[in-house]
């Protein structure tokens, strides 16, 4: 059965805190939350296509090596019965993992701002029904305010979501508050690399073979955000220290795909 949940609005929820504030830098502010609403909601009907064609694949691995960095391969972290939650889910790909893990007697809170990206959430689960799924909870909301209690997940995860938001020292500090004591939150975005060569690859790769796979379904303007958005982007270690500054004892970032991507793994 899918369930859907709207805290309000995902562009109203992003943005109810910033409106109260009427300063140019709120303006601005405001402007990026809902430009990059719309971007996800544009590329939503490719956006799972594409990641398997530019990545060859790769991307579900990663997406299952994030998964089980939350906590699912270690002694007393997550486990059967658990409740997780999926940030910025797009689509659902790292929530229909988590499901897997804490099975039937689990909660799979599945957050996004993006109501497209949702819809197609809910679509795939209800086309490749497991008995599992009925775990999942689908809620559009604000990864900077979230709907939630403290101390309320035995795990966190956030795929390709963390680079996109507009404060994410405030993103940071919401998943430090909503996850357990002793609780692992587990990250996987795009790695902005101090090695010149890796960052050269990576350029290369955006220019010449995202861009032109996407302009393929008319979308090169959306993906070349990519570069501008891996530019502005935390390194490793900055993504390290950032979450040691909200408060969490541990925080280690992992290269993955040759330094394409990179992995925070952080324990409150």
Same mark, same amino acid.
């Given at each position: 059965?899918? $369930? $859907?949940?709207?805290?309000?609005?995902?562009?109203?929820? /992003?943005?109810?805190?910033?409106?109260?504030?009427?300063?140019?830098?709120?303006?601005?502010?405001?402007?990026?939350?809902?430009?990059?609403?719309?971007?996800?909601?544009?590329?939503?009907?490719?956006?799972?296509?594409?990641?398997?064609?530019?990545?060859?694949?790769?991307? !579900?691995? =990663?997406?299952?090596?994030?998964?089980?960095?939350?906590?699912?391969?270690?002694?007393? !972290? *997550?486990?059967?019965?658990?409740?997780?939650?999926?940030?910025?889910?797009?689509?659902?790909?790292?929530?229909?993992?988590?499901?897997?893990?804490?099975?039937?007697?689990?909660?799979?809170?599945?957050?996004?701002?993006?109501?497209?990206?949702?819809?197609?959430?809910?679509? !795939?689960?209800?086309?490749?029904?497991?008995?599992?799924?009925?775990?999942?909870? =689908?809620?559009?909301?604000?990864?900077?305010?979230?709907?939630?209690?403290?101390?309320?997940?035995?795990?966190?995860?956030?795929?390709?979501?963390?680079?996109?938001?507009?404060?994410?020292?405030?993103?940071?500090?919401?998943?430090?508050?909503?996850?357990?004591?002793?609780?692992?939150?587990?990250?996987?975005?795009?790695?902005?690399?101090?090695? *010149?060569?890796?960052?050269?690859?990576? #350029? =290369?790769?955006?220019?010449?073979?995202?861009?032109? #796979? *996407? /302009?393929? +379904?008319?979308?090169?303007?959306?993906?070349? +955000?990519?570069?501008?958005?891996?530019?502005?982007?935390?390194?490793?270690?900055?993504?390290?220290?950032?979450?040691?500054?909200?408060?969490?004892?541990?925080?280690?970032?992992?290269?993955?795909?040759?330094?394409?991507?990179?992995?925070?793994?952080?324990?409150?």
């Amino acid at each position: 059965m899918m $369930m $859907m949940i709207s805290t309000s609005m995902a562009a109203a929820s /992003s943005l109810g805190g910033i409106i109260s504030s009427a300063s140019s830098s709120s303006r601005t502010s405001i402007q990026c939350c809902v430009e990059r609403q719309a971007l996800f909601n544009r590329i939503a009907p490719v956006y799972d296509g594409l990641n398997d064609v530019l990545s060859l694949g790769q991307h !579900r691995l =990663w997406k299952r090596m994030s998964v089980t960095w939350s906590g699912f391969v270690c002694v007393n !972290r *997550a486990k059967k019965g658990d409740s997780v939650l999926d940030l910025c889910c797009g689509s659902g790909d790292l929530t229909f993992l988590l499901s897997h893990y804490v099975g039937l007697h689990g909660q799979v809170s599945a957050l996004d701002f993006s109501s497209d990206q949702l819809s197609i959430a809910s679509s !795939r689960q209800e086309l490749n029904w497991k008995a599992c799924y009925d775990n999942i909870k =689908w809620i559009e909301g604000d990864a900077l305010d979230l709907p939630f209690s403290s101390s309320s997940f035995d795990a966190i995860t956030m795929g390709y979501g963390l680079r996109n938001l507009v404060d994410r020292k405030k993103a940071m500090q919401e998943i430090f508050r909503v996850l357990k004591p002793g609780s692992r939150a587990s990250i996987l975005d795009f790695n902005k690399s101090t090695s *010149a060569i890796a960052t050269m690859f990576q #350029v =290369w790769m955006m220019d010449n073979v995202v861009v032109p #796979v *996407a /302009s393929t +379904y008319g979308l090169a303007d959306e993906y070349r +955000y990519l570069r501008d958005s891996i530019n502005d982007f935390l390194t490793g270690k900055e993504l390290e220290e950032l979450a040691k500054g909200v408060g969490f004892n541990k925080a280690k970032h992992y290269e993955l795909g040759g330094g394409l991507m990179g992995n925070l793994v952080v324990t409150k």
